[in-house]
């Protein structure tokens, strides 16, 4: 379920927290933290693309903006790709 993948993401990003050496900890953070400008930006692409897909399977961008917690008219920005720095 959707939950479930958007809580795996959260527990690996928790999990620099345990790393119990202090230079590996603070290495790994900055390794995730160039990196994120990229992944920022695939899951970004991701949306956008399930929006899309969603809006071409019949849904309202009302409805799939509920589903997102944004307005219909953010889920249409997103669909139009200009909304890329919104939730």
Not at 5 to 21: F, H, K, N, T, W
Not at 64 to 72: A, F, K, L, S
């Given at each position: 379920m959707v939950a479930g993948?958007?809580?795996?993401?959260?527990?690996?990003?928790?999990?620099?927290?345990?790393?119990?050496?202090a230079l590996d900890r603070a290495a790994a953070c900055a390794e995730v933290l160039r990196e994120w400008p990229e992944l920022h930006r695939l899951v970004a692409d991701v949306r956008q693309q399930a929006v899309r897909t969603a809006k071409d399977q019949g849904?309202?961008?009302?409805?799939?903006?509920?589903?997102?917690?944004?307005?219909?008219?953010?889920?249409?920005?997103?669909?139009?790709?200009?909304n890329r720095a919104s939730s």
């Open positions: 993948e958007v809580e795996r993401v959260r527990e690996a990003l928790r999990g620099l927290e345990a790393i119990p050496d849904h309202t961008f009302r409805v799939i903006g509920d589903r997102m917690g944004v307005t219909g008219e953010t889920a249409g920005q997103i669909a139009a790709g200009k």
